[in-house]
């Protein structure tokens, strides 16, 4: 337990990305509590908090990437048992948020995923809910408690201002709806942009039909929010080398990297993948291409200014020059 202003505070990891929570307390010096999970024989999750969180701060650290179910419902058992062992606040750190990409109606009889996670998470007792890039901002209406939904976007400027230096570069979208992620990138780098003109024949193929802007003699910056499949990626670097470009990186916050990611990352042109530590990358998802940068100082940091009641928006803002 730490206590900070009068409030006594614990942070609790779950089992989706533990090194994660651990960079986190090491950064604001709160340990992190115990807590038992465990698995009965038909699958079901069981939970035991080890320490009284009677009265206390609590923060949650816990991704809902695969298995998405799993990592779900072990965070709303976790939830439920702190709200019946009365904890004061309960405050979800959730750096990737599963089913946002569901975030709407595309087609009749669809569900809106994104603003049923919302509910459970509201139902089972969160008081807050931390996330990182949210993959559309409008799930922040889904809730009625307060959400933060921090941004990576100055942690990957500076990494490529310190990499590239003066050199030529170019902000590329992927497709037309990142259009203004790449725009944000591209002022704070001083950059022009471009976008990739793609279709889908099919589900999880993509077909590049042009590019709009220029590219050529310049380093081109892929930036998206998550890379899931990456046939969106490596068939944009290709284009891009095609059309001219000097260098291909990519970058995004959420590594979701389902198969075969790795396999086509690894095969095509680019150079560098960027990306932050929200998920955390097993074995068979880590390649010699993949650079993770990690998000605990600024998580670390909004928990901080939460229970010392500080405003959170200069968290959100790149102060390079």
Do not use: W
């Not at 709160?30 to 698995?39: A, E, G, M």
């Not at 004061?88 to 994104?114: E, F, L, T, W």
């Not at 003109?197 to 999880?204: A, L």
């Not at 891009?240 to 095509?268: D, M, Q, W």
Request: net charge neutral.
């Amino acid at each position: 337990m730490a206590v900070f202003s009068g409030h006594k505070v614990k942070l609790f990891s779950l089992n989706s990305n533990r090194p994660l929570a651990e960079e986190i307390s090491k950064e604001c010096g709160i340990p992190l509590s115990q807590c038992d999970v465990k698995r009965f024989a038909d699958g079901e999750i069981g939970l035991n908090i080890e320490e009284t969180v009677r009265g206390h701060h609590v923060f949650v650290v816990q991704s809902t990437q695969s298995p998405v179910n799993e990592n779900i419902m072990e965070l709303l058992i976790m939830i439920d048992a702190l709200k019946r062992a009365s904890a004061k606040h309960i405050n979800v750190i959730m750096p990737y948020y599963g089913y946002s990409r569901q975030d709407r109606k595309a087609a009749s009889r669809q569900p809106i995923s994104a603003k049923l996670v919302a509910n459970l998470l509201q139902v089972a007792g969160a008081t807050r809910v931390i996330a990182m890039d949210l993959h559309a901002a409008q799930i922040q209406g889904f809730f009625d408690i307060p959400i933060d939904n921090f941004v990576a976007m100055p942690i990957l400027v500076q990494f490529f201002k310190d990499l590239l230096g003066d050199e030529k570069v170019v902000i590329v979208s992927p497709d037309h709806g990142g259009a203004v992620r790449a725009r944000e990138m591209g002022n704070a780098l001083h950059a022009p942009i471009a976008i990739i003109d793609k279709r889908r024949p099919r589900v999880n193929e993509v077909e590049i039909m042009g590019i709009v802007g220029d590219v050529s003699g310049r380093v081109a910056i892929i930036i998206d929010d998550i890379v899931d499949t990456a046939g969106t990626i490596g068939s944009a670097a290709d284009a891009l080398k095609a059309a001219g470009a000097k260098e291909v990186y990519a970058a995004c916050t959420h590594p979701v990297f389902s198969h075969p990611a790795i396999e086509r990352i690894n095969a095509s042109s680019i150079r560098q993948l960027i990306c932050t530590n929200t998920i955390h990358l097993s074995e068979d998802k880590q390649s010699d291409k993949v650079l993770q940068l990690s998000v605990a100082p600024l998580l670390a940091q909004g928990i901080m200014n939460i229970i010392h009641d500080k405003p959170l928006s200069r968290l959100f803002e790149y102060n390079g020059s």
